[in-house]
């Protein structure tokens, strides 16, 4: 097909994106009417229920664009404005469930309007992931202004200059090893990230002959937003709003780091002859290819090309044909991450068969023992 013939089939597909951070004033109709406090349900059932179902509808789309198209691709702004339009929605949905919450709600409503906001604030890490790669000033500030509401600023500094040097390596806190739950990579990750971002601001800081405690960390201007966005939303709406802006937080971040804990799970750069790992490439990030998922994440799932290129716009990622494949979409690998039995009935046999069965050549856990599943699937 010529370029001039190509056309981006998923163009009108992209606004979906914004469909995350609209549910939240869907959930306060419906919590208005009938459903009642169920209705702060809708965000979770929508993510974790609908969308997988969906996934499996629609199943896979394996389209590249030529890469002749791509330099039209990535300076057209249509795509840029869509990740920009998620912001002042994400900040809108935060406004409506504090005031909801401040209001008084009870414990079926309140865990909803937690996990509502967590949902949208955590997806919104990924709006921000996909701005802070970019070169362009205001994009990498957007990408701040999408962390605060988390209090995870400190991704962008981790994320950038941690996470994309030590991928699927030993030393990344945020590559989950083969054996290890999700919920014991969790406390590592969140501990490990933080240390990571704190470290790396402080060496880069002291490389210019200053001190740490500075307004020209980036670390510490980060956590600082967030203290301002939370001041204020507490100033509007009172005391009470503290809580549940701690435990949105934490339900963010916490599927952020489910997300981080399935890119990578079990893939190891080997060693070369030099000590160092080798470089990374398609083999070192599970993806997926489930059309509707990659829509709602702008592409996320498309995470090798994603750490080859990492200033690529997620309208022009691949997909590879190396690249270790998941049995099905984020959103339905998130939940399965949660139940680590299931987890590793499904996903322990696929990182062995990536390796042709040397678990040795995997990023193991030291605790890490192949279940009988995965040593039948193995020979």
Excluded at 15 to 42: C, H, N, Q, R
Excluded at 175 to 191: D, H
Excluded at 200 to 225: C, F, H, I, Q, Y
Aim: glycine residues 8%; hydrophobic residues 45%.
């Amino acid at each position: 097909m010529t370029v001039d013939a190509w056309r981006d089939r998923r163009l009108p597909l992209w606004p979906l994106a914004l469909v995350v951070p609209a549910l939240p004033f869907a959930g306060l109709a419906l919590a208005g009417g009938p459903a009642g406090p169920w209705g702060w349900w809708l965000a979770p059932v929508v993510v974790f229920g609908l969308i997988p179902l969906v996934d499996l509808a629609f199943g896979d789309d394996r389209q590249n664009p030529p890469e002749e198209a791509v330099p039209a691709l990535q300076r057209s702004p249509y795509y840029r404005w869509i990740t920009y339009l998620y912001l002042p929605a994400q900040y809108a949905a935060l406004v409506v469930t504090c005031r909801e919450w401040a209001a008084g709600v009870g414990p079926a409503a309140g865990a909803g309007l937690v996990l509502t906001a967590g949902i949208v604030n955590g997806i919104a890490i990924n709006t921000a992931h996909e701005l802070g790669h970019k070169r362009e000033r205001v994009e990498r500030w957007l990408s701040r202004i999408a962390l605060a509401p988390t209090g995870y600023g400190h991704f962008f500094v981790e994320h950038n200059r941690g996470h994309h040097v030590r991928v699927a390596t030993p030393e990344d806190p945020a590559s989950a090893r083969l054996g290890e739950s999700f919920w014991r990579f969790w406390p590592r990750t969140v501990a490990g990230g933080l240390r990571s971002a704190w470290r790396l601001e402080t060496a880069r800081l002291r490389l210019r002959g200053r001190s740490p405690w500075t307004w020209r960390n980036d670390v510490l201007t980060a956590w600082a937003m967030t203290v301002l966005l939370f001041a204020a939303l507490t100033a509007l709406h009172g005391w009470t709003v503290l809580p549940f802006l701690a435990l949105q937080a934490v339900a963010g971040f916490s599927l952020l780091e489910a997300v981080n804990y399935l890119e990578h799970y079990g893939l190891l750069r080997q060693p070369t002859g030099t000590g160092r790992a080798e470089k990374v490439d398609p083999r070192h990030s599970w993806n997926s290819d489930r059309l509707v998922t990659n829509v709602f994440l702008f592409q996320l799932q498309r995470h090798s090309d994603h750490h080859a290129n990492p200033l690529r716009r997620y309208q022009t990622l691949r997909t590879f044909d190396v690249s270790p494949r998941l049995p099905a979409g984020y959103a339905t690998m998130v939940v399965v991450a949660l139940v680590p039995p299931l987890w590793r009935r499904i996903m322990d046999p696929r990182v062995l068969a990536h390796y042709g069965g040397d678990a040795s050549l995997a990023n193991r856990d030291r605790n890490f023992h192949a279940p009988p599943a995965a040593r039948a699937a193995t020979g």
